[in-house]
């Protein structure tokens, strides 16, 4: 009787996602309806004051000029084609997951197209390839954007990291226990819990959709939130067709966002590129 059993899936599950940081670290903008293909900002260029006495004739006319800079957001579309056949056969745990998937794969695609902005970051504070980060790489990076004497940055700043990445901090933390005495603090919060918060006046976030190398290696960033620039043309659009003459009837789906990624101030900007090696303890 038991080869006449039907199987019967009990429960689904989706393989977990990254969540994803570029909604928390970059300056969220929208390119509104009717403003052509690309998304423009001039920044307005500082004018300069002058002493001046009764008896002064100022001629130090100030122009008014600026940068104008732009981006053209690019569309992102994932398509899921499903036959009636399908529909009938699958068990409902697992077809109820099919809508969440494909929203988790633009979700995906749209926070891996940040990262890989990283790579096109000034180098100035890079541990560089095969060499593990430490704080004063973020340190080094805070303080170029806050203090830089190009324009500085009075805005949030975030460092961005893989998780192995984000265990040489946590080694770098933990470095004097079983040496002296672990007061109360943040060594001994970390070695407790991990570690998480703030690193040098920079908010810490793990992202694991960055990609670790062959080396390995992996590409991290210190940024302001100003310094990147997110760009939404289009806000994810579900839309839904049928194709009566595939496999007997088939529902498509179809989701669609247009966005763009774009560096604001180089100076604003600093990659954390270290050796991103699993940790073995």
Do not use: C
């Not at 043309?233 to 966005?259: P, Q, S, V």
């Amino acid at each position: 009787m038991r080869t006449a059993l039907p199987a019967i899936v009990g429960d689904a599950r989706i393989v977990h996602e990254e969540e994803g940081t570029y909604m928390r670290t970059t300056d969220h903008r929208r390119q509104q309806p009717g403003t052509g293909l690309e998304w423009t900002e001039f920044a307005v260029d500082q004018m300069q004051a002058d002493d001046i006495t009764e008896a002064t004739q100022n001629e130090n006319y100030q122009t008014f000029s600026g940068t104008l800079i732009s981006v053209e957001p690019d569309m992102t579309q994932i398509v899921i084609k499903i036959t009636d056949r399908t529909y009938r056969k699958i068990a409902d745990i697992v077809e109820g997951k099919l809508g969440t998937i494909a929203g988790n794969a633009m979700a995906r695609k749209k926070d891996e197209d940040y990262l890989d902005l990283f790579s096109t970051f000034s180098t100035t504070v890079s541990p560089g390839t095969g060499n593990p980060l430490s704080f004063s790489y973020i340190a080094a990076g805070v303080n170029n954007i806050q203090s830089n004497t190009t324009e500085t940055s009075k805005a949030e700043v975030y460092t961005v990291l893989h998780g192995f990445q984000k265990y040489d901090i946590q080694n770098e933390i933990l470095a004097g226990v079983g040496t002296y005495t672990v007061p109360d603090g943040l060594t001994e919060e970390v070695f407790r819990k991990g570690f998480s918060g703030t690193v040098a006046e920079s908010n810490l976030f793990t992202d694991g959709n960055i990609t670790v190398d062959t080396v390995p290696d992996a590409n991290g960033a210190v940024h302001a939130r100003e310094g990147v620039i997110s760009v939404d043309a289009l806000e994810l659009r579900k839309a839904t067709d049928r194709d009566e003459l595939f496999g007997g009837g088939a529902d498509i789906i179809i989701l669609t966002a247009e966005y763009a990624f774009k560096v604001r101030l180089a100076n604003w900007v600093y990659l954390l590129k270290s050796d991103a090696t699993a940790p073995t303890g």
